[in-house]
Protein backbone atom coordinates (compact mmCIF):
# COMPACT_ATOMS: atom_id res chain seq x y z
CA UNK A 1 0.00 0.00 0.00
CA UNK A 2 1.45 3.75 -0.82
CA UNK A 3 2.84 5.07 1.90
CA UNK A 4 0.22 8.50 1.44
CA UNK A 5 -2.69 5.84 2.04
CA UNK A 6 -1.45 4.86 4.85
CA UNK A 7 -1.39 8.81 6.04
CA UNK A 8 -4.93 9.26 4.66
CA UNK A 9 -6.97 7.69 8.06
CA UNK A 10 -5.26 10.12 10.83
CA UNK A 11 -5.59 13.06 8.16
CA UNK A 12 -9.32 11.93 7.47
CA UNK A 13 -10.30 11.98 11.12
CA UNK A 14 -8.80 15.33 11.87
CA UNK A 15 -10.03 16.95 8.38
CA UNK A 16 -13.51 15.63 10.42
CA UNK A 17 -12.50 16.67 13.95
CA UNK A 18 -11.92 20.23 12.31
CA UNK A 19 -14.62 20.31 9.41
CA UNK A 20 -17.37 19.93 12.20
CA UNK A 21 -16.10 22.25 14.73
CA UNK A 22 -16.00 25.04 11.90
CA UNK A 23 -19.24 24.49 10.65
CA UNK A 24 -20.71 24.86 14.34
CA UNK A 25 -19.00 27.81 14.78
CA UNK A 26 -20.24 29.30 11.27
CA UNK A 27 -23.32 28.19 11.33
CA UNK A 28 -23.94 29.61 15.48
CA UNK A 29 -22.14 32.89 14.39
CA UNK A 30 -24.07 33.31 11.33
CA UNK A 31 -27.43 32.65 13.15
CA UNK A 32 -26.33 35.46 16.34
CA UNK A 33 -25.58 37.82 13.37
CA UNK A 34 -29.25 37.39 11.53
CA UNK A 35 -30.71 36.75 14.92
CA UNK A 36 -28.96 39.42 17.28
CA UNK A 37 -27.92 42.41 14.77
CA UNK A 38 -25.32 44.66 16.22
CA UNK A 39 -22.96 47.21 14.28
CA UNK A 40 -22.70 47.88 11.03
CA UNK A 41 -20.76 44.95 9.51
CA UNK A 42 -21.22 42.43 11.91
CA UNK A 43 -23.60 40.50 9.36
CA UNK A 44 -21.66 40.76 6.92
CA UNK A 45 -18.45 39.65 8.85
CA UNK A 46 -20.16 36.16 9.88
CA UNK A 47 -20.63 35.58 5.98
CA UNK A 48 -17.62 36.34 5.23
CA UNK A 49 -15.91 34.73 8.12
CA UNK A 50 -17.88 31.13 7.23
CA UNK A 51 -16.87 31.60 3.44
CA UNK A 52 -13.37 31.86 4.46
CA UNK A 53 -12.73 29.29 6.78
CA UNK A 54 -15.05 26.54 4.55
CA UNK A 55 -12.45 27.69 1.34
CA UNK A 56 -9.74 26.92 3.68
CA UNK A 57 -11.00 23.62 4.90
CA UNK A 58 -11.91 22.77 1.39
CA UNK A 59 -8.44 23.86 -0.09
CA UNK A 60 -6.97 21.18 3.30
CA UNK A 61 -9.55 18.71 2.04
CA UNK A 62 -8.65 18.55 -1.93
CA UNK A 63 -7.51 14.99 -3.48
CA UNK A 64 -6.67 13.95 -6.68
CA UNK A 65 -10.13 13.19 -7.89
CA UNK A 66 -11.63 16.45 -6.58
CA UNK A 67 -8.47 18.60 -7.26
CA UNK A 68 -10.70 20.80 -10.31
CA UNK A 69 -13.41 21.57 -8.08
CA UNK A 70 -11.41 22.18 -4.91
CA UNK A 71 -9.02 24.74 -6.21
CA UNK A 72 -11.95 26.90 -7.90
CA UNK A 73 -14.68 26.51 -5.33
CA UNK A 74 -12.31 26.82 -2.36
CA UNK A 75 -9.88 29.62 -3.58
CA UNK A 76 -13.52 31.11 -4.68
CA UNK A 77 -14.71 31.02 -0.98
CA UNK A 78 -11.38 32.60 0.19
CA UNK A 79 -11.55 35.48 -1.90
CA UNK A 80 -14.82 36.36 -1.76
CA UNK A 81 -14.78 36.00 2.34
CA UNK A 82 -11.70 37.58 2.44
CA UNK A 83 -13.33 40.70 0.95
CA UNK A 84 -16.20 40.28 3.00
CA UNK A 85 -14.43 40.19 5.91
CA UNK A 86 -12.20 43.87 5.22
CA UNK A 87 -15.24 45.05 3.92
CA UNK A 88 -17.55 44.39 7.28
CA UNK A 89 -14.38 45.45 8.85
CA UNK A 90 -14.60 48.89 7.36
CA UNK A 91 -18.06 49.31 7.71
CA UNK A 92 -17.56 48.42 11.12
CA UNK A 93 -15.51 51.18 11.75
CA UNK A 94 -17.51 54.06 9.29
CA UNK A 95 -15.15 53.92 6.58
CA UNK A 96 -16.62 54.22 2.94
CA UNK A 97 -14.92 52.12 0.84
CA UNK A 98 -14.34 53.65 -2.85
CA UNK A 99 -16.99 52.46 -5.01
CA UNK A 100 -13.86 51.95 -8.21
CA UNK A 101 -12.17 49.62 -5.55
CA UNK A 102 -14.79 47.61 -4.88
CA UNK A 103 -15.21 47.43 -8.84
CA UNK A 104 -12.25 45.66 -8.97
CA UNK A 105 -12.66 43.30 -6.32
CA UNK A 106 -15.48 41.75 -7.96
CA UNK A 107 -14.05 41.89 -11.20
CA UNK A 108 -10.84 40.57 -10.08
CA UNK A 109 -12.52 37.14 -8.71
CA UNK A 110 -14.11 35.95 -11.85
CA UNK A 111 -10.86 36.61 -13.71
CA UNK A 112 -8.74 34.72 -11.25
CA UNK A 113 -11.27 31.56 -11.20
CA UNK A 114 -10.70 31.73 -15.46
CA UNK A 115 -7.11 31.65 -15.16
CA UNK A 116 -6.86 29.08 -12.13
CA UNK A 117 -9.57 26.72 -14.38
CA UNK A 118 -7.12 27.18 -17.44
CA UNK A 119 -3.96 26.92 -14.99
CA UNK A 120 -5.04 23.61 -13.65
CA UNK A 121 -7.18 22.15 -17.00
CA UNK A 122 -4.57 22.85 -19.50
CA UNK A 123 -1.15 23.28 -17.72
CA UNK A 124 -1.18 22.59 -14.10
CA UNK A 125 0.93 25.07 -13.20
CA UNK A 126 0.44 25.30 -9.43
CA UNK A 127 3.65 27.81 -8.71
CA UNK A 128 0.98 29.93 -10.85
CA UNK A 129 -1.98 29.01 -9.47
CA UNK A 130 -0.63 30.16 -5.83
CA UNK A 131 1.19 33.26 -7.04
CA UNK A 132 -2.37 34.60 -8.47
CA UNK A 133 -4.43 33.48 -5.51
CA UNK A 134 -1.83 34.95 -2.63
CA UNK A 135 -0.85 38.30 -4.49
CA UNK A 136 -5.15 39.25 -4.37
CA UNK A 137 -5.31 37.93 -1.08
CA UNK A 138 -2.06 40.11 -0.56
CA UNK A 139 -3.89 43.24 -1.28
CA UNK A 140 -6.49 42.75 0.57
CA UNK A 141 -4.38 42.07 3.77
CA UNK A 142 -2.84 45.64 2.85
CA UNK A 143 -5.96 46.77 2.83
CA UNK A 144 -7.44 45.43 6.50
CA UNK A 145 -3.88 46.08 7.99
CA UNK A 146 -3.85 49.57 7.23
CA UNK A 147 -7.22 49.71 8.19
CA UNK A 148 -6.38 48.34 11.37
CA UNK A 149 -3.63 50.70 12.09
CA UNK A 150 -5.41 53.31 11.73
CA UNK A 151 -8.26 52.60 14.18
CA UNK A 152 -5.90 52.02 16.46
CA UNK A 153 -4.54 55.13 16.22
CA UNK A 154 -7.88 56.64 16.08
CA UNK A 155 -9.97 54.62 18.75
CA UNK A 156 -7.59 54.08 21.60
CA UNK A 157 -10.77 52.45 23.62
CA UNK A 158 -10.86 49.60 20.39
CA UNK A 159 -6.95 49.21 20.65
CA UNK A 160 -6.81 46.19 22.43
CA UNK A 161 -9.84 44.43 20.54
CA UNK A 162 -7.98 45.66 17.36
CA UNK A 163 -4.65 44.53 18.57
CA UNK A 164 -6.54 40.40 19.02
CA UNK A 165 -8.09 40.63 16.03
CA UNK A 166 -4.88 41.81 14.19
CA UNK A 167 -2.57 38.88 15.86
CA UNK A 168 -5.49 36.86 14.76
CA UNK A 169 -5.02 37.33 11.20
CA UNK A 170 -1.76 37.24 11.34
CA UNK A 171 -1.14 34.07 12.73
CA UNK A 172 -3.46 32.54 10.99
CA UNK A 173 -1.63 33.68 7.74
CA UNK A 174 2.04 32.52 9.11
CA UNK A 175 0.33 28.45 10.11
CA UNK A 176 -0.93 28.79 6.41
CA UNK A 177 2.73 30.04 4.75
CA UNK A 178 4.53 25.73 4.98
CA UNK A 179 1.70 24.47 3.27
CA UNK A 180 1.17 27.19 0.40
CA UNK A 181 5.43 26.98 0.11
CA UNK A 182 4.79 23.04 -0.39
CA UNK A 183 2.25 23.50 -2.79
CA UNK A 184 4.14 26.55 -4.85
CA UNK A 185 7.16 24.13 -5.36
CA UNK A 186 4.97 21.84 -6.86
CA UNK A 187 8.19 19.06 -6.08
CA UNK A 188 6.17 16.41 -4.22
CA UNK A 189 2.17 17.23 -4.74
CA UNK A 190 1.59 14.37 -3.15
CA UNK A 191 2.45 15.57 0.39
CA UNK A 192 -0.54 18.20 -0.35
CA UNK A 193 -2.49 14.82 1.06
CA UNK A 194 0.06 13.59 3.41
CA UNK A 195 -0.56 13.32 7.44
CA UNK A 196 2.51 16.11 7.83
CA UNK A 197 3.33 19.50 9.62
CA UNK A 198 2.31 22.07 6.81
CA UNK A 199 -1.26 20.39 7.05
CA UNK A 200 -1.33 20.51 10.72
CA UNK A 201 -0.24 24.16 10.25
CA UNK A 202 -3.17 24.60 7.96
CA UNK A 203 -5.64 22.66 9.85
CA UNK A 204 -4.72 24.95 12.75
CA UNK A 205 -5.09 27.83 11.33
CA UNK A 206 -8.68 26.73 9.96
CA UNK A 207 -9.61 26.23 13.46
CA UNK A 208 -7.90 29.09 14.72
CA UNK A 209 -9.72 31.82 12.29
CA UNK A 210 -13.34 29.67 13.27
CA UNK A 211 -13.33 30.72 16.72
CA UNK A 212 -10.43 32.83 17.35
CA UNK A 213 -11.75 35.35 14.72
CA UNK A 214 -15.70 34.62 15.96
CA UNK A 215 -13.88 35.36 19.16
CA UNK A 216 -12.24 38.26 18.86
CA UNK A 217 -14.38 40.48 16.47
CA UNK A 218 -17.41 39.79 19.18
CA UNK A 219 -14.69 41.48 21.75
CA UNK A 220 -14.53 44.16 19.49
CA UNK A 221 -18.46 44.49 19.31
CA UNK A 222 -18.46 44.08 22.93
CA UNK A 223 -15.73 46.66 23.55
CA UNK A 224 -17.36 49.13 21.35
CA UNK A 225 -20.46 48.83 23.27
CA UNK A 226 -19.36 49.14 26.65
CA UNK A 227 -16.88 52.57 25.14
CA UNK A 228 -20.65 53.60 23.51
CA UNK A 229 -22.07 53.18 27.30
CA UNK A 230 -19.19 54.84 29.21
CA UNK A 231 -20.13 58.07 26.76
CA UNK A 232 -23.91 57.78 27.12
CA UNK A 233 -23.58 57.65 30.77
CA UNK A 234 -20.96 60.57 30.66
CA UNK A 235 -23.79 62.34 28.30
CA UNK A 236 -26.70 61.30 31.02
CA UNK A 237 -24.24 62.58 33.57
CA UNK A 238 -23.81 65.87 32.12
CA UNK A 239 -27.28 66.66 31.51
CA UNK A 240 -28.18 65.27 35.17
CA UNK A 241 -25.37 67.71 36.63
CA UNK A 242 -24.54 70.37 34.39
CA UNK A 243 -26.38 73.26 33.08
CA UNK A 244 -26.63 73.10 29.28
CA UNK A 245 -27.36 76.97 28.88
CA UNK A 246 -24.26 77.65 30.56
CA UNK A 247 -22.08 75.01 30.39
CA UNK A 248 -21.16 74.95 34.21
CA UNK A 249 -22.55 72.79 37.31
CA UNK A 250 -26.50 72.81 38.13
CA UNK A 251 -27.84 72.97 41.70
CA UNK A 252 -27.17 69.59 42.05
CA UNK A 253 -24.11 69.19 40.36
CA UNK A 254 -22.26 71.81 42.72
CA UNK A 255 -23.70 69.99 45.62
CA UNK A 256 -21.74 66.78 44.08
CA UNK A 257 -18.84 68.52 43.40
CA UNK A 258 -18.99 70.60 47.20
CA UNK A 259 -19.65 67.21 48.86
CA UNK A 260 -16.29 65.90 46.90
CA UNK A 261 -14.27 68.83 47.85
CA UNK A 262 -15.22 68.68 51.52
CA UNK A 263 -14.10 64.58 51.78
CA UNK A 264 -11.00 65.49 49.92
CA UNK A 265 -8.48 64.89 52.46
CA UNK A 266 -5.88 67.92 50.49
CA UNK A 267 -9.09 70.59 50.95
CA UNK A 268 -8.41 73.60 53.00
CA UNK A 269 -10.81 76.69 53.63
CA UNK A 270 -12.65 78.36 50.48
CA UNK A 271 -13.90 81.02 49.50
CA UNK A 272 -17.79 80.30 48.39
CA UNK A 273 -19.36 83.26 45.94
CA UNK A 274 -22.98 83.92 44.97
CA UNK A 275 -24.03 86.12 41.90
CA UNK A 276 -26.67 87.54 40.68
CA UNK A 277 -27.67 89.64 37.72
CA UNK A 278 -29.42 92.96 38.73
CA UNK A 279 -32.83 93.68 37.28
CA UNK A 280 -32.83 90.02 35.09
CA UNK A 281 -36.53 90.37 35.10
CA UNK A 282 -36.46 93.39 33.30
CA UNK A 283 -33.94 92.53 31.05
CA UNK A 284 -36.21 89.28 29.75
CA UNK A 285 -39.50 91.61 30.11
CA UNK A 286 -37.41 94.21 27.96
CA UNK A 287 -35.35 92.61 25.67
CA UNK A 288 -36.92 88.73 25.45
CA UNK A 289 -35.26 86.10 26.68
CA UNK A 290 -33.00 85.51 23.94
CA UNK A 291 -31.05 88.31 25.53
CA UNK A 292 -31.58 86.79 28.62
CA UNK A 293 -29.93 83.75 27.86
CA UNK A 294 -26.93 85.85 26.31
CA UNK A 295 -26.61 87.96 29.81
CA UNK A 296 -26.25 84.06 31.65
CA UNK A 297 -23.75 83.03 29.62
CA UNK A 298 -21.79 86.39 29.48
CA UNK A 299 -21.29 85.74 32.89
CA UNK A 300 -20.92 82.33 32.94
CA UNK A 301 -17.73 82.77 30.43
CA UNK A 302 -16.48 85.62 33.04
CA UNK A 303 -16.66 83.12 35.67
CA UNK A 304 -14.91 80.41 33.70
CA UNK A 305 -12.05 82.57 33.11
CA UNK A 306 -11.77 83.88 36.31
CA UNK A 307 -11.68 80.13 38.10
CA UNK A 308 -8.86 77.79 38.30
CA UNK A 309 -8.88 74.06 37.11
CA UNK A 310 -9.50 73.02 40.83
CA UNK A 311 -12.43 75.76 41.72
CA UNK A 312 -16.24 75.24 40.89
CA UNK A 313 -18.42 76.88 38.87
CA UNK A 314 -22.63 76.55 38.83
CA UNK A 315 -25.92 78.07 38.25
CA UNK A 316 -27.85 77.51 40.86
CA UNK A 317 -31.16 78.56 38.92
CA UNK A 318 -32.86 81.41 37.34
CA UNK A 319 -29.88 84.30 37.45
CA UNK A 320 -27.89 83.43 40.06
CA UNK A 321 -24.44 81.57 40.04
CA UNK A 322 -22.01 80.10 42.60
CA UNK A 323 -18.87 79.68 42.91
CA UNK A 324 -16.24 78.47 44.96
CA UNK A 325 -12.49 79.44 44.77
CA UNK A 326 -10.11 76.78 46.63
CA UNK A 327 -6.85 77.87 46.20
CA UNK A 328 -4.12 80.40 48.35
CA UNK A 329 -5.61 83.57 49.83
CA UNK A 330 -2.88 85.67 47.35
CA UNK A 331 -4.68 83.31 44.44
CA UNK A 332 -7.95 84.41 45.62
CA UNK A 333 -7.62 87.76 46.50
CA UNK A 334 -6.21 88.17 42.48
CA UNK A 335 -9.17 85.90 41.44
CA UNK A 336 -11.88 88.78 43.42
CA UNK A 337 -9.90 91.96 41.65
CA UNK A 338 -10.09 90.36 38.33
CA UNK A 339 -13.42 89.35 39.12
CA UNK A 340 -14.17 92.91 40.28
CA UNK A 341 -12.57 94.52 37.09
CA UNK A 342 -15.07 92.28 34.88
CA UNK A 343 -17.91 93.72 36.66
CA UNK A 344 -16.57 97.16 37.02
CA UNK A 345 -19.01 100.28 36.33
CA UNK A 346 -22.64 100.55 36.93
CA UNK A 347 -23.89 97.67 34.40
CA UNK A 348 -20.72 96.66 34.74
CA UNK A 349 -17.99 95.41 31.73
CA UNK A 350 -20.74 92.45 30.68
CA UNK A 351 -22.98 95.67 29.78
CA UNK A 352 -25.04 94.76 32.89
CA UNK A 353 -24.76 95.02 36.51
CA UNK A 354 -24.01 92.20 38.55
CA UNK A 355 -24.12 91.40 42.64
CA UNK A 356 -22.11 89.16 44.20
CA UNK A 357 -21.01 88.62 47.98
CA UNK A 358 -18.91 85.71 49.56
CA UNK A 359 -17.79 83.81 52.42
CA UNK A 360 -14.80 81.94 54.01
CA UNK A 361 -16.30 78.50 53.85
CA UNK A 362 -14.30 75.59 55.52
CA UNK A 363 -14.40 71.86 54.46
CA UNK A 364 -16.47 71.05 57.66
CA UNK A 365 -18.97 73.82 56.67
CA UNK A 366 -22.10 73.03 55.65
CA UNK A 367 -23.13 74.21 51.56
CA UNK A 368 -26.46 75.33 53.12
CA UNK A 369 -24.97 77.46 56.21
CA UNK A 370 -22.15 78.48 53.13
CA UNK A 371 -24.56 80.11 50.62
CA UNK A 372 -26.68 81.81 53.30
CA UNK A 373 -24.07 83.80 54.25
CA UNK A 374 -22.88 84.36 50.42
CA UNK A 375 -26.42 85.10 50.05
CA UNK A 376 -26.89 87.83 52.62
CA UNK A 377 -23.30 89.38 51.87
CA UNK A 378 -24.86 89.14 48.27
CA UNK A 379 -28.08 90.68 48.90
CA UNK A 380 -26.24 93.53 50.96
CA UNK A 381 -24.22 94.39 47.57
CA UNK A 382 -27.41 94.61 45.39
CA UNK A 383 -29.07 97.08 47.80
CA UNK A 384 -26.11 99.45 47.84
CA UNK A 385 -25.77 99.22 44.07
CA UNK A 386 -29.64 99.44 44.08
CA UNK A 387 -29.58 102.79 46.53
CA UNK A 388 -26.23 103.94 44.11
CA UNK A 389 -28.16 104.00 40.73
CA UNK A 390 -31.00 105.97 42.35
CA UNK A 391 -28.03 108.72 43.75
CA UNK A 392 -29.78 108.45 46.96
CA UNK A 393 -28.09 108.66 50.35
CA UNK A 394 -28.46 104.92 52.30
CA UNK A 395 -27.08 103.51 55.18
CA UNK A 396 -23.65 102.09 55.61
CA UNK A 397 -23.26 99.27 58.52
CA UNK A 398 -20.39 97.72 59.79
CA UNK A 399 -21.16 94.29 60.40
CA UNK A 400 -19.74 91.16 61.97
CA UNK A 401 -20.95 87.88 62.40
CA UNK A 402 -22.70 86.38 65.22
CA UNK A 403 -19.98 82.89 65.66
CA UNK A 404 -22.84 80.85 67.50
CA UNK A 405 -25.80 82.28 65.59
CA UNK A 406 -24.71 82.98 62.13
CA UNK A 407 -26.44 86.05 61.76
CA UNK A 408 -25.21 89.35 61.05
CA UNK A 409 -25.52 92.23 63.44
CA UNK A 410 -23.73 95.88 63.46
CA UNK A 411 -20.15 96.07 64.88
CA UNK A 412 -19.39 97.64 68.28
CA UNK A 413 -17.56 101.16 68.21
CA UNK A 414 -13.87 101.13 68.37
CA UNK A 415 -14.21 104.90 69.10
CA UNK A 416 -16.27 107.41 70.34
CA UNK A 417 -15.78 109.58 67.40
CA UNK A 418 -15.44 106.87 64.40
CA UNK A 419 -18.77 107.08 62.52
CA UNK A 420 -17.94 104.19 60.77
CA UNK A 421 -18.49 102.26 63.96
CA UNK A 422 -21.26 104.09 65.01
CA UNK A 423 -23.32 101.32 66.36
CA UNK A 424 -26.38 102.82 64.61
CA UNK A 425 -26.31 103.80 60.81
CA UNK A 426 -24.97 107.27 59.33
CA UNK A 427 -25.82 109.06 56.11
CA UNK A 428 -23.28 108.84 52.98
CA UNK A 429 -23.67 110.07 49.45
CA UNK A 430 -21.14 108.87 46.46
CA UNK A 431 -19.29 112.17 46.72
CA UNK A 432 -18.39 110.85 50.22
CA UNK A 433 -16.48 108.05 49.05
CA UNK A 434 -13.12 107.58 47.96
CA UNK A 435 -11.93 107.10 44.62
CA UNK A 436 -13.23 104.02 42.45
CA UNK A 437 -9.24 102.50 42.55
CA UNK A 438 -9.68 102.40 46.41
CA UNK A 439 -13.43 101.44 46.38
CA UNK A 440 -12.50 98.41 44.49
CA UNK A 441 -9.87 97.98 47.35
CA UNK A 442 -12.66 97.81 50.19
CA UNK A 443 -14.98 96.07 48.19
CA UNK A 444 -12.06 92.71 48.31
CA UNK A 445 -11.62 93.80 51.72
CA UNK A 446 -15.15 93.75 51.83
CA UNK A 447 -15.45 90.34 49.90
CA UNK A 448 -12.22 88.51 51.41
CA UNK A 449 -12.96 89.48 55.51
CA UNK A 450 -16.88 90.62 56.27
CA UNK A 451 -18.34 87.04 55.95
CA UNK A 452 -15.33 85.61 57.48
CA UNK A 453 -16.98 83.21 60.79
CA UNK A 454 -15.78 85.31 63.26
CA UNK A 455 -16.08 88.42 64.91
CA UNK A 456 -13.91 91.44 62.78
CA UNK A 457 -11.30 93.32 64.18
CA UNK A 458 -13.59 96.58 64.85
CA UNK A 459 -10.19 98.69 64.06
CA UNK A 460 -11.15 97.71 60.24
CA UNK A 461 -14.56 98.35 59.58
CA UNK A 462 -15.73 96.61 56.92
CA UNK A 463 -17.74 99.09 54.77
CA UNK A 464 -20.38 98.31 51.94
CA UNK A 465 -18.43 97.60 48.42
CA UNK A 466 -18.00 100.82 45.96
CA UNK A 467 -21.01 100.37 43.70
CA UNK A 468 -18.78 101.36 40.59
CA UNK A 469 -16.97 98.18 40.79
CA UNK A 470 -19.75 95.61 41.87
Known amino acids: MAPHLLNAAPLAFLAASVGVT ?34 MLIGA ?23 LVVHAFYRFAGVQVDRRVRLIHRTAVPLILAALYLLTVYENN ?67 FAFNLPNLLMYLSVLLLSVGGTLTFWLLHDDRRRADMQHLQEELSGLAFSDPLTSTLNRRGFQQAFMEWTESARSRAGTLLVLDIDDFKTINDQQVHAAGDTHLRALSTLLHQ ?52 CTQVEPTDTLERALNRADQAMYQ ?67 LCCTRKRAFDARRPCMPPHPWVW
Not at 324 to 348: C, I, K
Open 22 to 55: VLLTSLLTLAFAWLRPSYPGWRGWAAGQTLLVLG
Open 61 to 83: LRTPETELLSILLGNACVMTGSA
Open 126 to 192: ITARALLVNGYLAVISWAFLRLIVLEMRRQSTLRSAYALNLGVIIVVHALAVPRTLLLGSGTHPEMA
Open 306 to 357: VADDADLVGRSGGDEFVMLLTGEAGTVEHQLQRLSEGLRGPTGALGFGVSFG
Open 381 to 447: AKAARRAWAQNIPFALYPLEMDVMTGEWKPAAPSSPNQPGNAPGPFLSSPGQLSSPAVGRFRMVRYS
